[in-house]
């Protein structure tokens, strides 16, 4: 009997401390809460929702400076995609060297 991989789902998520100077470094700035605890808020209501349908999800820690270099990196612009993808990635590479 073969038992299918759960999936796990990244989710990107900011320090209090760091939410400021990311949000505002941020091309989609606009879209997220001016202020640390509406955007905690909905996202845990996300990861919240995402876990009662049957998936884990993993928080990975934006870092400001490894984030910046990973969009330098990547020749990609800072908003919700690449955060997504940052985070993936995170997870992946750290789900393979496990």
């Known amino acids: 009997m073969t038992i299918a991989p759960k999936t796990v789902v990244a989710l990107p998520w900011f320090h209090r401390q760091d939410y400021a100077a990311l949000r505002a470094s941020?091309?989609?700035?606009?879209?997220?809460?001016?202020?640390?605890?509406d955007w905690e808020a909905t996202e845990a209501a996300l990861e919240e929702a995402t876990v009662a349908n049957g998936t884990d999800v993993q928080r990975v820690m934006l870092e400001p400076a490894a984030f910046d270099a990973w969009?330098?990196?990547?020749s990609r612009t800072a908003d919700a995609q690449a955060r997504h993808d940052y985070a993936h990635e995170l997870v992946r590479t750290s789900t393979l060297a496990a």
């Open 26 to 37: 941020m091309r989609d700035a606009a879209e997220l809460p001016e202020q640390f605890a």
């Open 71 to 74: 969009c330098r990196a990547h």
